[in-house]
T-cell receptor, first 115, second 114 residues
Framework: AQSVTQPDIHITVSEGASLELRCNYSYGATPYLFWYVQSPGQGLQLLLKYFSGDTLVQGIKGFEAEFKRSQSSFNLRKPSVHWSDAAEYFCAVVPNSGGYQKVTFGTGTKLQVIP | DAGVIQSPRHEVTEMGQEVTLRCKPISGHNSLFWYRQTMMRGLELLIYFNNNVPIDDSGMPEDRFSAKMPNASFSTLKIQPSEPRDSAVYFC????????????FGPGTRLTVL
């Protein structure tokens, strides 16, 4: 069955430390891949997306993500975390099979940033 | 642009009552999505409209839920009758020409059914 997995429910990092959030998918072909961020009490905001081409994607707020076909992964990274990055992060996947396909969101990873 | 507008932001109602959630998408966007977010089930797509036409309503839980989009600038999600298990945050999102472009989310409506 097609699925997207975020194995870490909750992550705590120190301000200034590096961050990597994991996302794995299970689809027959490389899907379209997205990372969204949700701050408390707000809707989701797109950080970055991957459709094809360069496997290292740059996004907003200093985030980047790397697509690794061999690992079926699309991990989100940031070299130095700021306190304002505390939020919940969602990986999302859309099958790349033509026509309309439903977006599937992962269960989310809640990021806590400590001083 | 004001972004996606949702109303009300909070709604508390009693079981059995009708609830109507409203959404105004970003002007020029022709795709509109309704999502439901709960701790147990995460973020679920309820229904997707393209050019005001429902394309995918497979996520609508049951007949108690209905959604309409009478024009390009307005959509409603109605629950009748409401039940406590409908308590959740309901998001509306819109996007441009292709549904896989960036989706812009509204701030959500937090619904509590007592």
């Amino acid at each position: 069955a097609q699925s997207v997995t975020q194995p870490d429910i909750h992550i705590t990092v120190s301000e200034g430390a590096s961050l990597e959030l994991r996302c794995n998918y299970s689809y027959g072909a490389t899907p379209y891949l997205f990372w969204y961020v949700q701050s408390p009490g707000q809707g989701l905001q797109l950080l970055l997306k991957y459709f094809s081409g360069d496997t290292l994607v740059q996004g907003i707020k200093g985030f980047e993500a790397e697509f690794k076909r061999s690992q079926s992964s699309f991990n989100l990274r940031k070299p130095s975390v700021h306190w304002s990055d505390a939020a919940e992060y969602f990986c999302a996947v859309v099958p790349n099979s033509g026509g309309y396909q439903k977006v599937t969101f992962g269960t989310g990873t809640k990021l806590q940033v400590i001083p | 642009d004001a972004g996606v507008i949702q109303s009300p932001r909070h709604e508390v109602t009693e079981m059995g009552q009708e609830v109507t959630l409203r959404c105004k998408p970003i002007s020029g966007h022709n795709s509109l999505f309704w999502y439901r977010q709960t701790m147990m089930r995460g973020l679920e797509l309820l229904i997707y409209f393209n050019n005001n036409v429902p394309i995918d309503d497979s996520g609508m839980p049951e007949d108690r839920f209905s959604a309409k989009m009478p024009n390009a600038s307005f959509s409603t999600l109605k629950i009748q009758p409401s039940e406590p298990r409908d308590s959740a945050v309901y998001f509306c999102a819109s996007s441009g020409a292709e549904p896989y472009n960036e989706q812009f989310f509204g701030p959500g409506t937090r619904l509590t059914v007592l």
